[in-house]
């Protein structure tokens, strides 16, 4: 079974940016769809990137042209590069998986990593 580990969270002023990282062990990588996620406080999780097996990745309207989502199947790594941060940006980022498709609901989770965005 698929285990997913998240780093790379932090605080980081307005403006900064930050790259996360979701570590895949137990299985290879290649063939699941890894997204991300977030959820800021008081609110519920949003789907914020995905990429597919074969690389086609997705955003959400909040993200677009600010972060970009890649993989690394030979060091089993998917990253979320994070640049403009803003404030709302704020939460506990989630790298999840799913078998090839970012159209399916993710049965795999990382346990999070907090992102905070603040002067």
């Known amino acids: 079974q698929l285990q997913l580990v998240e780093s790379g969270g932090g605080s980081v002023q307005p403006g900064g940016s930050l790259r996360l990282s979701c570590a895949a062990s137990g299985s290879t990588l290649d063939p699941y769809a890894i997204g991300w996620l977030r959820q800021a406080p008081g609110k519920e999780r949003e789907r914020i990137s995905c990429?597919?097996?074969?690389?086609?990745?997705l955003y959400s309207d909040s993200v677009k042209g600010r972060f970009t989502i890649s993989r690394d199947n030979a060091k089993s790594t998917v990253y979320l590069q994070m640049n403009g941060l803003k404030p709302e940006d704020t939460g506990v980022y989630y790298c999840?998986?799913?078998?090839?498709?970012?159209?399916?609901?993710?049965?795999?989770w990382g346990q999070g990593t907090q992102v905070t965005v603040s002067s």
């Open positions: 990429i597919s097996d074969n690389g086609i990745s």
């Open positions: 999840a998986a799913i078998w090839r498709s970012c159209a399916l609901e993710f049965n795999s």
